[in-house]
């Protein structure tokens, strides 16, 4: 594999310069600024995992920014390694703390949303959702804490989580498709929508009944 390869997969892109899509990278501040916000509220009694989530955002923000602007084959894999990170702690952590599972049950759920999301990707082949089926497994575990959370404000964040990403796989998804009328393409909602979708899960853990009191 050649992990220098140019990667040219986003409408905004038009050449292999570094400041090819200013939206695009500029737009992953909103994680940045997500990530900061969470901070701000917590202190050195927040638990080390919830600080750790925090600053994963961040690093989802930092990770897409890098790739956005260097756009090689390595900054896609950091990309998404920074993704996959945050969705196995935040899943992991939320079937414990939130729902209250046992930590070996959550560590087994947490694998079968793995191997969902892999066999999902490999062979589910859908021009329309344009290599979005990675993110498939993980959109359903969302929506599988938003039925199964028996906390109720902490139901609502999660449901808001799963809507608002719902949105996000559209905009990722149409980005090519309306690049003809729209040359900016609309992966920059992605980057904003998926902000608030963290956003959104991040209070919901938050709302864990030990963390609360």
């Known amino acids: 594999m050649n992990w220098r390869a140019p990667l040219d997969v986003y409408c905004e892109r038009t050449d292999a310069s570094l400041w090819a899509e200013p939206v695009n990278a500029l737009t992953n501040l909103a994680f940045i600024i997500v990530a900061a ?4 509220r917590m202190d050195r009694r927040t638990p080390a995992d919830l600080r750790a989530l925090a600053y994963l955002i961040g690093a989802v923000g930092l990770g897409s920014g890098v790739f956005h ?4 084959t390595w900054a896609a894999v950091l990309d998404v390694v920074f993704i996959a990170i945050f969705v196995v702690v935040f899943l992991q952590r939320t079937l414990v703390r939130l ?3 046992r930590t070996r049950r959550a560590n087994v759920a947490v694998l079968g949303m ?3 999301s892999a066999t999902i990707a490999l062979t589910v082949t859908l021009p329309a959702l344009n290599g979005s089926e990675l993110y498939l497994g993980p959109w359903l575990a969302l929506i599988a804490l938003a039925v199964i959370c028996p906390t109720p404000r902490a139901r609502r964040w999660l449901a808001a989580a799963a809507a608002l990403f719902g949105v996000s796989m559209l905009c990722r998804s149409i980005d090519l498709v309306v690049c003809a009328a729209f040359p900016l393409g609309t992966h920059f909602g992605w980057h904003v929508n998926n902000a608030l979708v963290l956003w959104c899960a991040m209070r919901a853990l938050m709302l864990a009944p030990r963390l609360a009191r």
């Open 99 to 101: 729902i209250g599972w």
């Open 114 to 116: 793995l191997v969902v």
């Open 37 to 40: 916000w969470l901070l701000r």
């Open 69 to 72: 602007t260097v756009a090689q």
